[in-house]
């Protein structure tokens, strides 16, 4: 019978014969040297602990490393790629060079094989384990102190002009990027919620957007989650009632809850919000992929599972004193996300005229539309916010919101390569 050490060694061979990038971001960032870009891999699963920096032109490597190839193909095929580009320094990266490369990314635990394995298997059964969700990004992308991070959201409002609605809000769009680059942003969701808070809401539905990646169309959680102004409590009665009207098993990918910013910074502002009130409110935080409707862009109807959660969510809304809020920033483009140059104004002004389509879609309700519209140039455009927006349009449906009205849309550029990410603030009122 073989040893543990020597099947390790046998799935690590296997890993590293055809090497398999995980779901990690890929991502373009300044040099500290040289004032160049460099490409840097990001797990916001946290199964890898760092990140990890591939220069070029060995970075070409990267998106051959799908588990179809081996170390020679790739070789050859990185220095055919760089040719066809123009590139230089590729014909020194020969096989040797792509082994190298596959064996930090796998010690590294961004490739599939032993190391990832083992690494999830530890993060799930500590997840699991626990019984809040912590404050992963408290500290970091915005302020640990509660007094200092209630004066730094009271100071963004503050800059917001207020403005009447119709009536009390039921739901709302925010972006998910660091409080530090988005706070007006922020600001223009909140502060009109903040205004219009419908008094009789128990439940608050917090959509997000999993950057790392899932392998079900939604992922739920019962944990509370843990920031600076303390723990909010989990509707756990809701989300063990869709689970079991659904069929679905919607806590297969639970453990994503841990590394994943979106719904967290969208908590913090309803605590915010909330203030006393935050004790009596309780959340059901739902990560939203759309599973292979988003994949392969087609009909998000057409897929069994997730018409099968929707419909679950929606009867479940219509029995319950409920807002929605959707965590969702929308284009990701330049350098950063893998584009040849950043945007100039001419195309920056194209940008905003093709998100304010996909706004006006937002506004209306039209959730089909919306979709179609997103997916359409989804890898130029990446509007990583698909999943939780349509899921809000889908369950506005028994919210009893009318039209939503735009409060802010801005476009986020980098300062030092121009890349930009863009987001929207919106509110649907009752009707």
Not at 187 to 216: K, N, Q, W
Not at 354 to 373: Q, V, Y
Request: hydrophobic letters at 40%.
């Amino acid at each position: 019978m073989s040893s543990a050490s020597d099947e390790d060694g046998a799935a690590r061979a296997r890993a590293l014969a055809r090497p398999r990038l995980r779901a990690v971001e890929i991502i373009r960032v300044p040099e500290k040297r040289g004032g160049g870009l460099v490409t840097l891999l990001r797990d916001s699963e946290k199964v890898a602990p760092h990140n990890l920096e591939v220069p070029a032109p060995l970075d070409l490597a990267l998106a051959f490393m799908d588990g179809r190839h081996d170390c020679p193909e790739i070789a050859r095929l990185v220095r055919a790629s760089a040719a066809s580009q123009g590139g230089a320094g590729a014909a020194a990266i020969d096989t040797a060079t792509v082994q190298r490369l596959a064996r930090d990314l796998e010690r590294a635990a961004m490739l599939e094989g032993p190391t990832a394995m083992s690494r999830r298997r530890t993060l799930v059964a500590a997840f699991k384990a626990a019984k809040v969700r912590p404050a992963s990004f408290a500290g970091g992308a915005y302020h640990d102190d509660p007094g200092a991070l209630g004066s730094f959201i009271d100071d963004a409002f503050e800059r917001v002009a207020r403005r009447p609605l119709r009536g009390a809000v039921r739901g709302l769009v925010s972006p998910h990027m660091d409080f530090w680059r988005a706070a007006d942003g922020y600001a223009a969701a909140y502060a009109p919620l903040r205004d219009h808070f419908p008094t009789d809401v128990e439940t608050i539905v917090v959509l997000g957007t999993c950057h790392a990646g899932m392998h079900s169309a939604f992922a739920f959680t019962k944990k509370g989650f843990r920031t600076p102004f303390g723990v909010a409590r989990t509707d756990e009665d809701f989300v063990e009632g869709v689970a079991v009207a659904s069929g679905v098993d919607v806590f297969a990918d639970e453990y994503k809850h841990q590394g994943e910013h979106s719904i967290e910074f969208q908590v913090v502002h309803l605590q915010h919000v909330l203030g006393k009130r935050r004790k009596d409110v309780r959340i059901v935080p739902i990560l939203c992929g759309l599973g292979r409707a988003q994949a392969r862009r087609s009909d998000p109807r057409d897929d069994a599972e997730v018409e099968r959660v929707l419909d679950a969510m929606v009867n479940r809304l219509a029995r319950t004193k409920a807002l929605v809020v959707a965590g969702a920033d929308l284009a990701h483009v330049g350098p950063r996300f893998g584009d040849g140059a950043a945007l100039d104004r001419e195309e920056r002004a194209e940008l905003a005229e093709r998100d304010g389509e996909s706004i006006r879609r937002l506004m209306s309700r039209d959730a089909a539309g919306f979709f179609d519209h997103v997916t359409e140039d989804l890898d130029e455009r990446r509007v990583c916010g698909t999943g939780p927006l349509y899921t809000l349009l889908r369950a506005l449906e028994a919210a009893g919101a009318t039209e939503g009205e735009l409060f802010g849309y801005t476009q986020n550029i980098d300062p030092d390569e121009g890349s930009i990410v863009s987001h929207a603030s919106l509110a649907f009122v009752e009707g």
